[in-house]
């Protein structure tokens, strides 16, 4: 069974930095791509980042490129995604997804996600 | 970047009504389209995949259908544990894009 569990929850000031981590179980890490998605209050979903098995590829919404990094460990079946310069509206549950494939955009796993608040 | 449109934005139906939801595409995404349900403060669960195909598990009330631009989910007969809100997902290229999302509630 996929098991996905985010970590990195907090509160963090406009311009400050945060990492978010995702442990992975029940499945070949490093054979399937991940990503991440994001929620705001009350919104919808947004995609903000993929990187591919390997990691050697990876991919950002506009609205995160420069300022966050998404990483994986395939060693300890871990994703990463490194936040900084973080603003308002980056206050949202963060979601790690697996991926049905090596690359192929469509996600069939998720983890209950993880909580960040940017506010003074 | 790909502009994924939802309508209704909410719908309310009686148990047993068929209910429609539809997502359009900005530009052909060929049958590149995930629909996914998310309940209040749990995650996103995925329904169908490739427009069409049904994820294991998923009732058989679920259905997809669609093509190119325009693409539909379909519950056959509403229950109310499919009080949701449903999401498209275009995988055709990056940016990964939704839509904005149809809330069902039960009238």
């Known amino acids: 069974e996929v098991q996905l569990l985010e970590s990195g929850e907090g509160l963090v000031q406009p311009g400050g930095s945060l990492r978010l981590s995702c442990a992975a179980s029940g499945f070949i890490f490093s054979r399937y791509a991940m990503g991440w998605v994001r929620q705001a209050p009350g919104k919808g979903l947004e995609w903000i980042s993929a990187?591919?098995?390997?990691?050697?590829?990876?991919f950002y919404a506009d609205s995160v490129k420069g300022r966050f990094t998404i990483s994986r460990d395939n060693s300890k079946n871990t994703l990463h995604l490194q936040m900084s310069s973080l603003r308002a509206e980056d206050t949202a549950i963060y979601y790690c997804a697996k991926d049905a494939d090596f690359w192929s955009g469509h996600y069939v796993g998720w983890g209950q996600g993880t909580l960040v608040t940017v506010s003074s | 970047d790909i502009q994924m449109t939802q309508s209704p934005s909410s719908l309310s139906a009686s148990v047993g009504d068929r209910v429609t939801i539809t997502c359009r595409a900005s530009q052909g995404i060929s049958n590149d389209l995930a629909w996914f349900q998310q309940k209040p403060g749990k995650a996103p669960k995925s329904l169908i995949y490739a427009a069409s195909s049904l994820h294991s598990g998923v009732p058989s009330r679920f259905s997809g259908s669609g093509s190119g631009t325009d693409f539909t989910l379909t519950i056959s007969s509403l229950q109310p544990e499919d009080c949701a809100t449903y999401y498209c997902q275009q995988y055709n290229s990056y940016p990964l894009t939704f839509g904005g999302g149809t809330k069902v509630e039960i009238k």
């Open positions: 990187i591919s098995g390997s990691g050697s590829s990876t």
